[in-house]
């Protein structure tokens, strides 16, 4: 594909560099990309790939002082990009080409009312009245479908949620009428319910509005629902563009093909991921070649001269591989380990949580007393069977957390009861407690957090060791290297600090902390959300073997159904800190009967399926502070009827052990999803 | 497929974003901090060498010169009873500067431990600690320690004490903070969830993570506390005369200024740039702590 | 949290505090080796004579008993008689505190006026010369002896120049205006006394300039690394990338909420320039409560160092209520809550 002059952005063999302490950092290397009027654009890529700096670069957004160009060509409408000055950008900016971003709950001005920040933008833009503009600036939010859009010009953003702002966010940026729209990942601090929502609500308004929009993401799923067209990148260059379709049922470059493979969508559940091995390399150096080749199970020694960017058969697919178009993709389809199948669920609950309520206090009189209460758990009845993998799905604020602090006795319920191995921790003194501790342990979402960043890492993965009474440094080393082992990382390394790891290396190494007592139960709360796919199937792969080989429990907590669906053998999904459904991973999410958890499911964008995804209501979760009356769902639900406004209990449905709570349960229709 | 594959050439950083050189980096990075670092390895120098830098004894008396002007033979003039000044000024680095770092050293040194002890006890106790430190720290902190020096007998011992104290509730609330703030975080709730006491994890996850902007703090405390003494000083209440004391130096020599501007000039020019050494440190330590920085 | 309750919650704490204050400094005033009863009665009195003043005074009973006694005064806005001046304490604190206050003042909008427009420019050109002469400035300001900038400054515009008083408030040969609120420049503008205007401003000019660029200093700083922080926030982003210009970006949006942590900071920087007054009246002769001040300790003048330590501490308390407000008033989230 030419930069044809019909493009409204053209970028062309762009390079730029980041200069820091250990050098330049080569975040961009001959990147080419076209956007053409009215095409919505995919941006493809794991974090580091240079996606977001594209992204930047094309509206010149990147303070001068902390990236340089050094060679290549950027246009916007004709304009050279890299050549204007700071005053025309000025004028391009939110008028030609606008802009919005990943964090709706920072990206609006806290001290000034969200009216005045969308006039602020048209009357900069535009010699008309400030009336006029209060006027367009409703209208846009209206047209957004933001609710009572009078009342909201007035607020502050703190008064919006984070659904509400990306649509302030997406009026602002509609609201000069631009040519092209640029969106980095605009939906993904969002739950999925309201992805959804604004993922439809850019489509729609983008093709009514015949604006072209460049979309960055890291999920391929949302690409295809959402893209004409789209770029893969990889380690800052550009390594294959096609139409959407042929480039994800047909990918040329093993990248592409090794990204999707890594995919939990794609595979069978409970079998080992095709996780990408290594990790991306860190741009330091200039790399000649192809920047894959290091992970690239096709590497040659030509791979180390730079491979040209084309198109072996139909226009508009390419790649960047001396071999696109020869290699097909393998079937993913292998042999299932032995010691994967070996591990067996039993149904002997090992912990059982009985009516468990939990309830934070929300501010506090002067007299001590709480003003008002967080209803975190309303009547958690659940049981976790030793040697299963029980997967928690549900969106922020369900209680998912708070169920994981819970079972871990790092938090005690307000009311109902724990048991653990029969034993009511309620009954245990604090000495008892701290050894029936040992026997669950857990990994946090985030391990660049969750590891003391002054610790070497044999410390580190000792630590409940430690704690446990073991001080000889000798046998913490020791067992310091066996656990590396264990979850795939050098033995050698234990010398070294977090810092030096990458987030999958450290969310092993955090892994590997949680096994050092032997746990029965590990509770993974959001173990490979803050990982990219590659490193997410490595991880997952890891944690599957583990159970295997060791019969450990899992309480995994996750927002991802792909994920989940993948490793769980049963699935609870929360909603406002109850169990709405529960059952086999199969029966909930395969074919789901709560009308939330069908709603939930619905709104995440699939990689198989044609059909956009429906776009449920733009409305908001209800507060856990003032709990709703009856059926927690019923003021969402499209199935309502009389007897919603009775407490709904989890009961079976049918003679089978799956359970929903909801009394319409056998009346709904059935699930049809392709 | 467990095993990391080999690892590519160049994919890991070849420096680590912590150590000496890392510091050093970020040292030339910023020209004013290491003026900063600069002016006090100078005074330190000063402090140590003062008896062999001195052209003369500060206490000698040369009647025959008083009030002298500066010249070659005395670079900063003399006083009223013919003390070269310029010695007196090296010698002051001597009580000035080790002022400035005894009051720092005990009020950081109090404050931390009690800051740290309401943090970890937490409760009633805590409560009753901070409250109690918040109503310390609503006096008058300048005028307190004015009363205190003046009641225990003007000296600068006492007025050193007095600062000090004065300062401590300042270092309670920091350290405190730390503590919160730190307790938060993922790896103490992991340490947590180990089972492991609380002491322990004082010990081993918050005190090394909470030094950092305390020492921060008290890089910049050791300017103010060497202004704060030597303001004493300068309004009778801390250093007296014969000892070679910036502050008190100024306040005799304020009776000359008029005619002799040198001599309250150049003490007081020792302590301003004293002053600006710590401050300029402090501030580049600040950043270079600052997690945002970190890796640029 | 509401307004009303955070006004209730700092007048509580203000009990506390002046309860602290009354008890430190009572306990420090019978720390001293002095005795007040013979130095009120003077040298040549009798013993008798120093009994009778030490009854009078009420020094024979034990002390908690002095302390009830004392607070009850206290209570009653009786501080006692000072043995300085031989005046009720109150009248002096009266007389001198508008001085006092007055300097700080001019102080504080000297320090703010030059302070914010440089910390804005420093934070803006990071890391550049204007940067680090910006930078300079601050650390000087906060690093400078005030009394010593004050010796300098009249050595200078006194000594050298003869432009500028050296001390004061007024000229000798002028009548201070009409008391309305006790500050000379306003109470003369106001009964328009125009050489007393004149001749207040000018007095005020050296102290004022000694007192302010110490704060100066840390209200550049406190700006600067206020800006630093919100310059990197998303919605500064969001402005630059809908093409906002830079001055509206820098002023209409950064500006405003660099400014809401800042209030604290400047509020509390106006508690510390009453304190730094003691230095520069010293050095000016300004007759206000710092000078005042180091004259009763000078003289273990004890009820007068009473009733000034207990005034500043209710002062304080009473300032850091109004930057609460401020903070409230500034920040919507607090605002449209309560």
């Known amino acids: ?674 | 497929m467990s095993l990391e594959s080999a690892e590519a050439e160049g994919t890991t950083p070849a420096r680590s974003s912590s150590g000496v050189g890392y510091l050093w980096y970020q040292l030339r990075r910023s020209p004013l901090t290491m003026v900063g670092l600069g002016i006090i390895v100078v005074v330190l120098f000063i402090m140590v060498a003062a008896p062999w830098i001195a052209p003369y004894n500060p206490d000698k008396l040369d009647l025959l010169h008083r009030l002298a002007a500066p010249s070659l033979a005395h670079f900063f003039g003399t006083d009223e009873v013919g003390r070269d000044i310029f010695s007196r000024v090296l010698w002051g680095a001597r009580t000035s500067v080790t002022v400035g770092l005894a009051i720092v050293a005990i009020s950081m040194g109090f404050g931390t431990v009690i800051g740290a002890f309401s943090g970890l006890v937490g409760g009633r106790v805590d409560t009753l600690i901070m409250r109690f430190m918040d109503v310390v720290l609503s006096f008058p902190s300048f005028v307190m320690a004015m009363a205190l020096a003046a009641a225990l007998g003007p000296n600068l011992i006492n007025a050193m004490l007095a600062i000090a104290v004065v300062r401590i509730p300042f270092y309670v609330r920091l350290a405190r903070g730390q503590a919160l703030s730190l307790r938060s975080k993922p790896y103490v709730k992991a340490a947590m969830s180990f089972g492991a006491p609380r002491v322990q994890i004082m010990r081993r996850h918050i005190m090394p993570n909470a030094m950092a902007p305390i020492i921060v703090q008290a890089t910049l405390d050791i300017g103010l506390a060497i202004l704060t003494a030597s303001a004493l000083s300068f309004i009778g209440l801390g250093a007296q005369q014969p000892t070679a004391e910036w502050g008190a130096m100024v306040a005799t020599g304020r009776d000359y200024l008029l005619d002799q501007w040198w001599y309250p000039t150049f003490p007081g020019l020792a302590i301003l740039i004293t002053a600006v050494g710590f401050n300029l440190l402090g501030d580049g330590l600040r950043d270079m702590f600052d997690p945002r920085m970190r890796g640029r | 949290m509401s307004f009303l309750s955070i006004i209730r919650r700092r007048l509580i704490f203000l009990v506390f505090v002046v309860f602290g204050v009354t008890v430190v400094t009572f306990v420090i005033s019978h720390m001293i080796p002095g005795d007040p009863a013979r130095m009120m009665a003077g040298d040549r009195a009798t013993n008798e004579i120093v009994e009778n003043m030490r009854r009078q005074l009420g020094l024979d009973q034990p002390l908690w008993r002095q302390y009830v006694t004392y607070i009850g005064q206290v209570a009653q806005g009786d501080f006692g008689i000072s043995i300085r001046t031989q005046r009720p304490v109150i009248d002096d604190i009266k007389r001198f505190f508008p001085a006092t206050i007055e300097l700080a003042l001019a102080a504080l909008i000297f320090a703010v006026a030059v302070g914010i427009p440089l910390g804005v420019l420093s934070a803006v050109a990071k890391d550049r010369w204007i940067d680090q002469i910006s930078r300079t400035i601050s650390v000087t300001g906060i690093s400078t002896p005030a009394f010593w900038l004050g010796l300098l400054l009249i050595y200078l515009f006194y000594g050298r120049l003869g432009i500028l008083p050296g001390s004061g408030r007024l000229a000798s040969g002028i009548a201070p205006p009409t008391t309305i609120t006790g500050f000379y420049t306003v109470d003369s503008l106001l009964t328009f006394n125009w050489p007393a205007l004149r001749s207040s401003l000018i007095h005020l000019i050296l102290p004022a300039l000694t007192l302010g660029f110490v704060h100066l200093g840390i209200v550049t700083r406190q700006i600067r690394s206020a800006m630093l922080e919100v310059l990197q926030e998303d919605y500064v982003r969001t402005a630059r990338a809908s093409g906002l210009p830079r001055r509206t970006v820098l002023f209409g949006h950064a500006l405003r909420n660099a400014l809401i942590p800042s209030v604290t900071m400047i509020g509390l920087a106006f508690g510390d320039l009453l304190y730094g007054a003691v230095l520069t009246e010293t050095v000016f002769a300004w007759p206000g409560m710092g000078n005042y001040v180091v004259q009763s300790i000078t003289a273990l003048d004890f009820p007068a160092i009473m009733g000034f330590t207990v005034v500043a501490s209710t002062a304080y308390v009473l300032l850091n209520l109004s930057v609460d407000l401020v903070y409230m008033w500034l920040d919507p989230q607090i605002r449209e809550v309560s």
């Open chain 1, 1 to 674: 594909m030419q930069a044809g002059t019909d493009s409204i952005v053209s970028v062309d063999d762009l390079s730029l560099v980041f200069p820091t302490y250990h050098g330049d950092v080569r975040a961009l290397s001959g990147v080419t990309l076209d956007v053409r009027p009215g095409e919505i654009v995919g941006l493809v890529g794991e974090s580091g790939s240079g996606k977001s700096v594209t992204a930047m670069s094309v509206i010149r957004l990147l303070p001068p002082g902390m990236a340089r160009f050094t060679g290549g060509s950027l246009s916007l409408l004709g304009h050279d990009m890299l050549a204007i000055g700071e005053r025309a950008l000025e004028d391009i900016r939110g008028k030609d080409a606008s802009m919005i971003f990943q964090e709706p709950m920072s990206a609006l001005n806290p001290t000034i009312r969200i009216g005045k920040q969308i006039v602020q933008v048209i009357r900069q833009h535009e010699a008309i009245s400030e009336a006029e503009a209060k006027k367009r600036a409703a209208a846009l939010l209206g047209e957004m479908q933001v609710p009572d859009a009078a009342r909201v010009m007035r607020n502050y953003p703190f008064e919006l949620s984070g659904g509400m702002r990306q649509r302030v966010l997406i009026a602002m940026a509609f609201s000069c009428n631009p040519s092209v729209l640029i969106c980095d990942e605009p939906t993904t601090a969002l739950d999925v319910t309201v992805q959804a929502q604004v993922l439809a609500l850019i489509r729609e308004r983008a093709r009514a509005r015949g604006t072209a929009v460049l979309f960055i993401t890291h999920d391929l799923a949302v690409v295809r629902q959402l893209c004409d067209r789209v770029y893969v990148m990889y380690a800052g260059r550009m390594v294959e563009e096609g139409r959407t379709a042929d480039l994800l049922a047909h990918p040329l470059h093993p990248y592409t093909q090794a990204l999707l493979r890594s995919l939990p969508e794609l595979a069978e559940p409970k079998q080992p991921l095709a996780a990408i091995p290594g990790t991306v390399p860190a741009l330091l150096t200039e790399i000649k070649g192809c920047a894959f080749r290091w992970r690239c199970a096709h590497a040659v020694a030509r791979c180390t001269e730079t491979p040209p960017f084309v198109s072996p058969g139909e226009a508009g697919h390419r790649a960047a591989c001396w071999f696109a178009g020869e290699i097909a993709p393998p079937t993913p389809a292998r042999s299932m380990p032995a010691s994967v199948a070996a591990g067996e669920a039993t149904s002997e609950a090992l912990v059982r949580l009985e009516g468990v309520e939990v309830g934070f206090p929300l501010g506090r009189s002067w007299l001590g007393r709480p003003k008002a209460m967080v209803h975190a758990l309303n009547g958690v009845d659940l049981e976790i069977r030793a040697g299963e993998t029980l997967g928690i799905v549900g969106e922020s604020g369900c209680g998912k957390s708070t169920l994981a602090e819970v079972v871990m006795a790092l938090q005690k319920p307000s009311a109902g009861r724990i048991t653990f191995d029969g034993v009511d921790l309620a009954s245990l003194d604090t000495a008892a407690l701290r050894t029936v501790r040992r026997n669950f342990q857990v990994v946090f979402q985030d391990p660049q957090s969750s590891l003391d960043p002054r610790m070497p890492v044999w410390r580190l993965i000792t630590e409940p060791l430690y704690v446990a009474g073991e001080r000889s440094s000798r046998k913490l080393k020791a067992r310091a290297e066996e656990l590396m082992r264990q979850v795939g990382l050098r033995a050698d390394q234990i010398g070294r600090y977090p810092h030096e790891f990458s987030g999958g290396q450290r969310q092993r190494i955090a892994i590997a902390r949680a096994l050092a007592l032997h746990p029965k139960l590990v509770v993974l709360d959001e173990p490979t959300s803050a990982l990219d796919v590659s490193v997410q199937a490595q991880v997952l792969n890891i944690l599957m073997e583990l159970q295997a080989s060791l019969g450990l429990t899992y309480l995994f907590i996750s927002h991802n159904v792909a994920v989940v669906r993948h490793i769980a053998d049963r699935v609870a999904v929360m909603y406002l800190g109850q169990v709405v459904e529960l059952g086999t991973a199969a029966e909930v999410l395969d074919n789901p009967r709560h009308p939330y958890t069908r709603t939930l499911i619905g709104a995440v964008p699939k990689l198989s399926a044609d059909t956009e995804i429906a776009a449920p209501a733009a409305v908001d979760l209800p507060s856990n502070v003032n709990l709703p009356e009856g059926c927690f769902f019923r003021e969402r639900c499209a199935f309502k009827a009389a007897g919603c406004e009775k407490p709904q209990a989890l009961a079976p449905w049918q003679e089978s052990g799956h359970q929903v709570r909801c009394h319409r349960a056998a009346e709904l229709p059935g699930w049809a999803q392709a």
